[in-house]
């Protein structure tokens, strides 16, 4: 469809994936834009700084136990329900995939 309204001259600025040169040109602009441009840079360097500070602080006065309880506990935590979890999502969906699978083999055994 979008190469034969490409040979009928047509272009469809509305859906830029159904051209994918102007959808590779748009993709291509964007990186440069964020790229060469020093905002993201700075707001990077001030979430990274932020981070750091607050991090030190908190570790320089109540000891290894806030950098336990307070960053390294959500790599090990695997609650699904707990969105701070690095592997909420995929356990939710494993776990809906298991109840799904188990009304298919009650409805089937009924």
Partial sequence: LWQQQKQQGHTNKRFPWLDPPALFRLVILWVKRLSMSTTPLVFLASV????????YASVYYFGEVALEE???????????RHNYSMFWYWIYLARARVSKNLDVVANATA
């Avoid at 990274?48 to 607050?54: E, G, R, T």
């Avoid at 307070?70 to 699904?80: A, E, K, N, Q, T």
């Fill in 48 to 55: 990274v700084a932020s981070f750091s500070i607050l991090t």
């Fill in 70 to 80: 307070g960053i390294l506990y959500h790599f090990s935590r695997v609650d699904h």
